[in-house]
């Protein structure tokens, strides 16, 4: 079984510091969090930003500010969103795969999301993924609901993308695929033979289905982004306290945490 990777997601879209007032928002509180994530175990950030008013940006300057402020610190893998938030357009959402990082988001498919829609439609799709095929960014396949695995199998017929891909399994919006453990069980079944995979368990879905995604050879997301508890009722102290306790249950399962450069191995990254 390879090594297990940890994706911290410290900021998004929609959480607030009314949620978690340890919430990073600037673009150096982003890169000392990211920072202090890596210590504990993350090989992967899931990078969303905010603009000088705490709002969630697209902006591409403000992503290339936070990047090199984690690159002068950290080796962690940036891997930026391109959802962004409900209300943005695709232009502007594409805005940090400009700038060429590792690994970048590709969402497969529309989603209802609380009471928004969150809109992918498939020429959407196809243009993010030409964008990053050409600049050598990996996508990360991000999946909300079963649907979205096909959708991305159309991908490749389209010779778009190729195999193997890395999904993520966004499991627990409200709106999505539910967060119990015999969905995690179908989703992975779903799978094209020879993908990575991860899960992000939103809210009560974290620990969960991050617990069976180290056992059953997957690869785990949590941070802010998915969950601002550490415990019913409990707010976590950061994002470094939610990945280092992922690390922690790995090791005693008897499951090795993957370093950056080792992730970089399992995913293909090695350009």
Same mark, same amino acid.
């Given at each position: ?41 993350? !090989? ?11 709002? $969630?940006?697209? !902006? ?25 938030? !409900? ?41 993010? $993924? ?21 959708? $991305? ?59 069976? $995604? ?14 601002? *508890? *550490? ?41």
């Amino acid at each position: 079984m390879n090594k297990l990777i940890i994706t911290v997601a410290p900021v998004g879209a929609e959480t607030t510091r009314r949620d978690n007032p340890n919430l990073p928002l600037s673009p150096e509180e982003i890169a000392e969090e990211v920072f202090r994530c890596e210590k504990k175990g993350a !090989s992967i950030v899931h990078l969303h930003v905010r603009d000088a008013d705490g709002n $969630a940006t697209q !902006s591409k300057d403000v992503f290339e500010e936070t990047i090199n402020l984690i690159k002068k610190q950290s080796n962690i893998i940036i891997q930026t969103s391109t959802g962004g938030a !409900s209300w943005m357009k695709a232009e502007e959402r594409l805005q940090p795969v400009m700038l060429n990082p590792e690994m970048a988001t590709l969402t497969a498919g529309t989603v209802n999301f609380g009471e928004e829609v969150f809109s992918n439609p498939m020429p959407m799709m196809t243009e993010f $993924a030409k964008q990053m095929v050409e600049r050598g960014v990996k996508p990360e396949i991000e999946v909300f609901e079963v649907g979205m695995i096909h959708n $991305a199998l159309a991908l490749i017929k389209k010779e778009i993308l190729k195999l193997p891909l890395h999904f993520d399994f966004v499991m627990g919006v409200p709106g999505g695929i539910g967060g119990e453990p015999r969905h995690l069980v179908h989703m992975i079944e779903s799978l094209p033979p020879g993908s990575t995979w991860s899960v992000a368990g939103i809210g009560r879905s974290e620990l969960p289905l991050a617990t069976m $995604a180290i056992v059953m050879g997957g690869h785990v997301r949590v941070g802010f982004e998915d969950n601002v *508890y *550490y415990a019913k009722g409990v707010l976590a102290d950061s994002n470094a306290q939610l990945v280092e306790r992922i690390a922690r249950i790995a090791g005693e399962l008897g499951r090795q945490v993957a370093t950056p450069d080792e992730a970089r191995g399992i995913l293909g990254l090695i350009r």
